[in-house]
């Protein structure tokens, strides 16, 4: 069955056995807070919304990587203009810059048009450089230096975060291809994509557990050293594990790998909280019921995807 | 065929645009009338305010569904007229000069005898973005005429800042739609029961605005 599958959706068998574990884990899950909740006394509500959301994404990302690469660089190029524009209605703007802000939009496409035809020198400098110098020129030319520096910043800030630093997904999907003979680029994908949001999940469960120490009490009181320790080695445990099945890497530099994945999504996670508890606001919005917006769903992976990818093409690209 | 158009442009179109272009946040969905008579009482920033509520209720209720709306901006010119009458549904509303005698809520009253739902912006006209303006009473009169039609007080927010009045430029920023408990006239029997009902509903809306902690304009 699982030839049958590779075939017909043109993926890897690796990602395919991949894919159907992630599957048996959500099903797992599912039952365990169906019990829960079923005999427990306490409010489970936000619990059952966060495993209903997990459907839904666990679903939408499956669609999108076996439909075909040009569908899952579309999915993932729609996750970055949504946690843009998220971001942009969190932060304060002015009225003077809605034209730009509509023009920023348009980075979305083009950012991810560079990963999908593989051309990495654009890629790397078309958010950080181009688009860093272009949008305080356009605003400067406009004339109202009123609040200049801050619209500046927050805006080359917010496309450096949502576009620039999840497009290296789309990029790690597409230059990866070549460099991974035992499951392609989308094998690479699945595995930081998969882990980071595993680790999440395994620094809140062992904060729960065993949780004290605090990190960073004034930016996320949740977030202990306990749950981080916890959740990284569970994280490189798991990486340890399957990074030989899905990647060119072997077990140690999995390992490894599954640390940096680890640590990375922990300060993209405190990075949001930051940018939350500056602005006073709990959640970033409220599109995926149980987990917020969609910046707090992808938090962890701003800071863990591009920490992969270079981590991945500077040992493991010719 | 208008019909047809009219299920389109809001089945479509409508729910398109705003799904991926806005992005709205719903809170208290359930709170929303589910049949008429009722009144839903927004605030108004934006043209895209009517849309937005309208997208909420399911499509069954379309027919029902008709946006109070001022007769000199919206009958005025061939194409906008057909447009605001025929494909969104508006009940006109004569805003700026009343004929002596007439009372320009009788078509809202033969509205509400055919069980419709109305969406009224007891602002008149869309007002500055994300600012709340002063409320005209007639939605006082109205409900205190019909003590039973449950009035429900809806506040949105982030209209003003994707499609705000004076722009034809539509930019995408999440939305949200806060929809309060219902208000009856019936509540408010006392002398000055319009009034009465006027100070409750802005203190409801007050409170709903209250709860937003998203920026408006720097």
Not at chain 2, 145 to 158: A, F, I, L
């Amino acid at each position: 069955m699982i030839q049958w599958l590779g075939t017909t959706f043109d993926l890897p068998q690796h990602v395919v056995v991949a894919t159907l574990a992630v599957w048996a884990v959500l099903v797992v899950a599912t039952g365990i807070v169906l019990v829960l909740s079923a005999r427990g006394s306490g409010d489970y509500r936000e619990l059952i919304d966060r495993t209903a959301s997990w459907w839904w994404m666990i679903g939408a990302f499956t669609f999108a990587i076996a439909a075909n690469q040009i569908v899952a660089i579309v999915f993932l190029a729609i996750i970055s203009y949504l946690a843009l524009k998220e971001y942009l209605s969190l932060i304060p703007t002015r009225r003077i810059d809605r034209g730009l802000l509509l023009f920023a939009y348009l980075a979305v496409p083009i950012q991810y048009l560079w990963a999908g035809i593989d051309w990495y020198n654009m890629f790397l400098v078309f958010v950080p450089v181009w688009m860093f110098l272009l949008f305080p020129a356009l605003m400067a030319l406009r004339g109202e230096t009123q609040n200049f520096l801050r619209a500046v910043g927050t805006l080359s800030w917010g496309l450096m975060l949502t576009v620039f630093c999840l497009s290296h997904l789309a990029m790690l999907l597409v230059s990866g291809e070549v460099h991974n003979p035992v499951a392609g680029g989308v094998g690479l994908l699945f595995f930081v994509v998969v882990l980071a949001q595993f680790n999440d999940v395994a620094q809140y469960v062992w904060g729960k557990l065993f949780g004290r120490h605090k990190v960073t009490p004034h930016v996320s009181p949740k977030k202990t050293w306990e749950g981080l320790i916890g959740g990284v080695l569970t994280t490189v445990a798991v990486a340890t594990f399957v990074g030989p099945y899905l990647t060119p890497m072997d077990h140690a530099w999995s390992a490894l790998a599954g640390g940096v994945i680890g640590v990375a999504g922990f300060l993209g996670d405190i990075n949001i909280s930051a940018v939350k508890r500056d602005l006073g606001v709990k959640d970033a919005g409220g599109l995926i019921p149980g987990h917020g917006g969609i910046l707090d769903r992808v938090d962890s992976l701003t800071y863990a995807a591009p920490a992969f990818f270079h981590f991945f093409r500077y040992f493991f690209t010719p | 065929m208008t019909r047809i158009l009219r299920f389109l442009f809001f089945g479509v179109v409508v729910r398109g645009a705003i799904l991926l272009g806005l992005g709205l946040t719903v809170r208290h969905r359930e709170r929303l009338p589910t049949k008429g008579p009722a009144i839903i009482a927004a605030n108004h920033n934006s043209h895209l305010d009517t849309l937005a509520l309208m997208s909420l209720m399911p499509l069954s209720l379309l027919p029902k569904l008709r946006p109070v709306a001022a007769a000199d901006y919206f009958l005025s010119g061939k194409v906008r007229s057909w447009f605001a009458r025929d494909v969104v549904g508006i009940i006109p509303l004569e805003r700026a000069k009343v004929r002596k005698g007439a009372d320009p809520l009788a078509a809202l009253e033969e509205a509400f005898d055919r069980g419709e739902i109305l969406i009224l912006f007891p602002e008149g006209s869309r007002g500055e973005p994300e600012a709340l303006g002063r409320f005209k009473t007639g939605v006082g009169q109205l409900a205190v005429s019909r003590p039973g039609v449950p009035v429900v007080p809806v506040y949105m927010h982030g209209f003003g800042k994707a499609l705000p009045r004076g722009s034809s430029l539509l930019v995408p920023f999440n939305c949200t739609v806060s929809v309060g408990e219902a208000l009856f006239g019936g509540e408010f029997d006392g002398a000055q029961s319009r009034r009465e009902f006027m100070t409750a509903y802005e203190a409801r809306m007050a409170a709903l605005a209250a709860a937003e902690t998203v920026p408006d304009w720097d």
